[in-house]
């Protein structure tokens, strides 16, 4: 599966934007979706996943409350949308899938700027 994430931008703290990772490829249903993302001078974080049925979640601690992620099998995509966002969420924005343990496939990031 390849992956083409969109969506990033400059916010004000505060502010909301949503994320949009596009699959291509049949099986994208059969993946587990995810969002990580890669602040400057820190390592990649894991910030929220979703199972290939939408029953399961998870969110870092830094982002519950504030984001959510969901997945529209049909459309082939996985979206994260990110409200009351602060400077500290400034990083660039990956969307990832795996079938197995490991995350496998990689899109190629969104930046995004959260200005205070």
């Known amino acids: 599966v390849q992956l083409q994430a969109s969506g990033g931008g400059l916010v004000q703290a505060g502010g909301s934007l949503r994320l949009s990772c596009a699959a291509s490829?049949?099986?994208?249903?059969?993946?587990?979706m995810g969002w990580f993302r890669q602040a400057p001078g820190k390592e990649r974080e894991y910030v929220a996943g979703?199972?290939?049925?939408?029953?399961?979640?998870y969110y870092a601690d830094s982002v519950k409350g504030r984001f959510t992620i969901s997945r529209d099998n049909a459309m082939n995509t996985v979206y994260l949308q990110m409200t009351n966002l602060k400077p500290e969420d400034t990083a660039v924005y990956y969307c990832?899938?795996?079938?197995?343990?490991?995350?496998?496939?990689w899109g190629q990031g969104t930046l995004v700027t959260v200005s205070s």
């Open positions: 990832a899938a795996r079938s197995t343990a490991s995350w496998t496939h």
């Open positions: 490829g049949r099986t994208f249903s059969s993946y587990v």
């Open positions: 979703i199972s290939w049925s939408s029953g399961s979640v």
